[in-house]
């Protein structure tokens, strides 16, 4: 009976508290299947250019996305991003310049990330004669 009455607060407690809303927003990667796992690892060249083709036809508040890593190559670093609709998912690898805000982002938790891709926006542009997704600040 005593541990009745401690329960009952505790679990009315939980309850009626305000929790963040990271923790109760939806998972977003649980519907939608993988759009080009048949051309290999995420980070390779035929992948990318798939995700870059379906991308020309988008725009950023098409997608929902979720931070999966980091990448460096030379003197670049990306972020791997997963981006997700109701039809298809596919990762990405988004150019973080080093001169802006995008260059803090690999300072930041995760829960802070997954935060800031709520809103996240980026363009395909040109650097150095490649094509590229680019962070938008």
């Not at 725009?59 to 931070?67: A, G, I, T």
């Amino acid at each position: 009976m005593k541990a009745l009455f401690l329960l009952c607060p505790i679990a009315l407690f939980l309850t009626t508290c305000s929790q963040p809303k990271h923790y109760s927003s939806p998972r977003l990667f649980d519907s939608a299947q993988e759009g080009f796992s048949h051309l290999g690892e995420p980070n390779s060249i035929a992948y990318q250019n798939a995700a870059r083709n379906q991308l020309r036809k988008a725009s950023p508040s098409d997608y929902h996305y979720s931070f999966e890593n980091y990448v460096e190559e030379g003197n670049s670093l990306y972020m791997m991003t997963n981006f997700k609709n109701a039809r298809t998912c596919f990762s990405v690898k988004i150019l973080l310049s080093k001169g802006d805000k995008s260059a803090g982002i690999k300072r930041m938790n995760s829960r802070s990330i997954s935060e800031a891709l709520q809103s996240l926006k980026w363009k395909l542009i040109n650097v150095n004669g490649k094509e590229e997704v680019v962070f938008v600040d």
